[in-house]
């Protein structure tokens, strides 16, 4: 396992950085699919290729807590996740894939996802009164027809979306927006007529490929065989992504969060302020301290839902308390790491800004941190409850 990690550390060292550094983490800039196409050829060459992956489809296999640091050395680069093929939604999209598809779905999407040949996107988010935080708001309708499925509706921040050449789109195919259930997840090449990908919606950060685009489906037709999982059991289905998901954003933004923590030291080690170095300065030490204490506890609490997931539960409430703290924490991280850098932390000249924008959508993306606050309360009120109507102990 260690040697896994290290021959990640060295690829991104010498292979992935340059380029990072290069174009200041813009990836379109950087050269876009051109780029990805021959950071994973070279990934493939070294065996790094898709950790994660299946190995029946050509993956390494590993689990939630073998995975983890692997995907940390990934994330040290702003460009890592996508050369080792272990980046949003790509990677998301193959675990449920890997858990859901039918042997034919597998074939056709996920084999050519793990081996580098794709990418795909994950089509949930529309824009208001559509699904956003609240998953319940599903707009987008899928209408029975002989033999499928016709879809109508707009989606958008659809993370890869130009350049996917598939999407898996989450549709109402049954009951009021507003209900809960209803929800089934379709596959849908990105050639299909009916599937228009309109424009990149602009946002702060700049090194996930594909960009987060608006993609408008206008009488889609879904054939049967690709309905993924249930009819109606979408969110259901989507449960199984939902988790993991959040926790490989963790391992990968802990990378990212370390390289501008380590930025910093070197800098406040070498330059002097008021005859002393920045880093024996007390100020400067306690953020030092605190983001020590931040990737620590960071990664405890990312250990503790891994472990949970790989002995095969949701581990909702454990997922959701890392995922919330990770997204705060490692965001003050390349904070800190700014201000601790002075001018040259709010400048191209080292990477801690462009990694602290890189980070910050995170606490937005797969659940603001409010809504998970909000789960997380109401399941420690239903503890309570619950043990003073058994008379036990919470
Ligand atoms: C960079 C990026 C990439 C993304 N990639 C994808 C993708 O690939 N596929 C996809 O489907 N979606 C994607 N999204 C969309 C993302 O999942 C949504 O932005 C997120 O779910 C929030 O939905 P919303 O933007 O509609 O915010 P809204 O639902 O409008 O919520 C706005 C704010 O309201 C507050 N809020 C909401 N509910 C509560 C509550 N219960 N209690 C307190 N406050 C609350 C929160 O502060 C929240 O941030 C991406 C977003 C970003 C920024």
Request: aromatic share 6%; proline share 4%; hydrophobic share 40%.
């Amino acid at each position: 396992m260690s040697d896994l990690v290290e021959a990640t550390r060295e690829f991104i060292q010498q292979r992935v950085i340059p380029h990072d550094d290069a174009h200041d983490g813009d990836v379109e800039a950087a050269g876009g699919d051109t780029l990805r196409v021959t950071l994973q050829a070279e990934a493939r060459e070294r065996g790094l290729l898709a950790p994660h992956g299946p190995t029946d489809c050509g993956g390494l296999g590993l689990g939630m807590v073998d995975r983890a640091p692997v995907f940390e050395e990934a994330g040290y680069s702003l460009f890592g996740p996508m050369a080792l093929n272990v980046n949003a939604p790509d990677e998301g999209n193959m675990h449920l894939l890997d858990h859901v598809a039918t042997a034919d779905q597998r074939e056709r999407y996920l084999r050519p996802l793990v081996t580098g040949q794709v990418r795909s996107a994950f089509a949930m988010t529309e824009p208001a009164p559509g699904a956003g935080a609240d998953p319940g708001m599903l707009s987008t309708r899928a209408s029975r027809v002989d033999g499928g499925w016709l879809v109508n509706g707009t989606k958008w921040f659809i993370t890869g979306a130009d350049g996917a050449a598939f999407f898996i789109i989450m549709a109402r195919t049954s009951g009021e927006v507003g209900e809960t259930g209803g929800a089934t997840m379709l596959l849908a090449p990105a050639d299909r007529d009916g599937l228009d990908v309109v424009r990149h919606v602009g946002t702060v950060d700049k090194s996930m490929i594909g960009g987060h685009c608006e993609v408008r489906f206008t009488d889609l037709f879904v054939p049967d065989e690709d309905v993924l999982g249930g009819i109606d059991e979408g969110f259901r289905f989507a449960q199984v992504r939902l988790g993991p998901a959040r926790m490989t954003h963790v391992m990968r933004w802990t990378g990212a969060a370390r390289r501008a923590h380590e930025t910093a030291l070197r800098y406040v080690a070498g330059r002097a302020s008021f005859g002393s170095r920045i880093g024996d300065l007390g100020l400067a030490q306690q953020m030092i301290a605190d983001s020590e204490i931040d990737l620590a506890a960071t990664r405890a609490l990312l250990h503790a839902a891994c472990v949970e997931l790989d002995a095969g539960g949701h581990a909702s409430a454990a997922t959701s308390i890392a995922k919330t703290f990770a997204a705060e924490a490692l965001h003050r991280v390349a904070d800190r790491a700014q201000q601790l850098c002075g001018g040259a932390g709010v400048s191209t000249e080292l990477p801690v800004a462009r990694i602290a924008r890189e980070i910050r959508p995170f606490r937005i993306y797969d659940g603001p941190s409010e809504v998970h606050r909000w789960s997380i309360a109401r399941r420690a009120l239903r503890r309570v409850e619950a043990a003073d109507k058994a008379g036990t102990t919470a």
